[in-house]
Nanobody, 115 residues
Framework: QVQLVESGGGLVQPGGSLRLSCAAD????????MRWFRQAPGKERELVAA????????NYADSVKGRFTISRDNAKNTVYLQMNSLKPEDTGVYYC????????WGKGTLVTVSS
């Protein structure tokens, strides 16, 4: 069982930055493909960024390419999502996901981009 805890959300003005963290309890995150999803009000959950388990390749949604960066610190057993040049349409609850045969989810952290 993988317990994921997200942190780092909050209110930020358009053009600002936030760094989300996803920490795991009891499991080594480098053993999983790690992903960040988000869900905006009234919309379906969508994949934002992914970091593959073995090769460490990254993939991003077109809407965040060049602005968001997913990374992993194995020593801290933590995955990050650096978000720059934030836009109001980036507003939503951001969820950390760990996948290896089974999906594990955190409870999410709210990001609000507004002036």
């Amino acid at each position: 069982q993988v317990q994921l805890v997200e942190s780092g959300g909050g209110l930020v003005q358009p053009g600002g930055s936030l760094r989300l963290s996803c920490a795991a309890d009891g499991s080594t995150l480098s053993s999983y493909t790690m992903r960040w999803f988000r869900q905006a009000p009234g919309k379906e959950r969508e994949l934002v960024a992914a970091l593959t388990r073995v090769a460490g390749n990254t993939n991003y949604a077109d809407s965040v390419k060049g602005r968001f960066t997913i990374s992993r610190d194995n020593a801290k057993n933590t995955v990050y999502l650096q978000m720059n040049s934030l836009k109001p349409e980036d507003t939503g609850v951001y969820y950390c996901n760990a996948y290896r045969f089974v999906n594990y989810w955190g409870k999410g952290t709210l990001v609000t981009v507004s002036s």
